[in-house]
């Protein structure tokens, strides 16, 4: 499988590319779906956790537009048990999420947002953003390491120096 984002035992990936996943783990994801869409038929999960466990489906409100989506809300499919639970986060300090542009399919990265992800990505790296990524999963934290750095991002993925 050429995308996806791997963090420990989990994949993350894009619902765009589900066709793409093994036939097992599709299944998986189908089932989750579907025990989802009977608690809450209109809620949708742009991102998709995989692992051996579980399934879980989390809203990224806006995730090509926004440079860094915020989680809003979750729902958790246990695989075992078919139970299902969900999460809703706060607005103050929501999970952030990093690297989008590797959880679409090839077939995504040609949106101008996805490119303009990758460049984002690249730009961040060199400065060191992404050290100690425990600190920075999350909105405070992620703007704490941003202001640490002297930087901005704006909305249109463009990063800018800023004063300390």
């Known amino acids: 499988m050429n995308f996806g984002k791997k963090v420990g035992d989990a994949l993350y990936v894009h619902r765009s590319g589900l066709w793409l996943l093994p036939p097992d ?76 542009e590797l959880m679409v399919p090839p077939a995504s990265r040609n949106s101008k947002h996805i490119k303009a992800s990758e460049r984002l990505t690249r730009r961040l790296e060199e400065l060191g953003a992404f050290y100690e990524t425990r600190s920075i999963g999350t909105k405070a934290g992620w703007a704490r390491r941003l202001k640490a750095l002297g930087i901005t991002v704006d909305g249109n993925h463009r990063m800018r120096k800023v004063g300390r």
Not at 44 to 59: F, Q, R
Not at 74 to 97: A, K
């Open 25 to 100: 783990m599709k299944a998986d994801v189908e089932r989750a779906i579907r025990a989802v869409h009977k608690r809450d038929r209109m809620f949708e999960g742009e991102i998709i956790k995989i692992t051996k466990e579980a399934v879980s489906l989390l809203n990224y409100p806006n995730f090509f537009s926004t440079p860094f989506p915020e989680l809003r809300r979750s729902f958790r499919f246990e695989l075992e048990t078919g139970r299902v639970q969900e999460r809703r986060y706060s607005e103050d300090s929501p999970p952030i999420l990093h690297r989008k």
